[in-house]
């Protein structure tokens, strides 16, 4: 089983920038695709990013692309979320998570980006962004 504990939260300006690092127990890391889920008071749990086991792959949700960086080092056994420009609407709960594949299935090539796709799940680490 997959323990991960995500770290790196915390209240930062709109404008700011936050860098959440999420480390995993599993010897076998670099054979998991990673990813990274928020979630708001009263919304449902949300993509944000992945990344391929070997790190080459990323996919963004929309509303991060150009501002958040997705990244892992797999000789530490660690995933990585470099959020900058942060906003408001930003402010939620994040998650890290892992799955066995990047693509939902073997023959599709589309990334997992649903919650339900993903198997081990950290304890959430807050981020608010004042206004």
């Known amino acids: 089983q997959v323990q991960l504990v995500e770290s790196g939260g915390g209240l930062v300006h709109t404008g700011g920038s936050l860098r959440l690092s999420c480390a995993a127990s599993?010897?076998?890391?670099?054979?998991?695709?990673m990813g990274w889920f928020r979630q708001a008071p009263g919304k449902e749990r949300e993509f944000v990013a992945c990344?391929?086991?070997?790190?080459?792959?990323?996919y963004y949700a929309d509303s991060v692309k150009g501002r958040f960086t997705i990244s892992r080092d797999n000789d530490k056994n660690m995933v990585y979320l470099q959020m900058n420009s942060l906003k408001p609407d930003d402010t939620a709960v994040y998650y890290c998570?892992?799955?066995?594949?990047?693509?939902?299935?073997?023959?599709?090539?589309?990334?997992?980006?649903?919650?339900?796709?993903?198997?081990?799940w950290g304890q959430g680490t807050q981020v608010t962004v004042s206004s």
């Open positions: 599993e010897r076998t890391f670099s054979s998991y695709a």
């Open positions: 998570a892992s799955r066995r594949t990047y693509y939902r299935s073997t023959y599709s090539s589309t990334p997992a980006k649903s919650h339900s796709e993903y198997d081990y």
């Open positions: 990344i391929n086991r070997s790190g080459g792959s990323m």
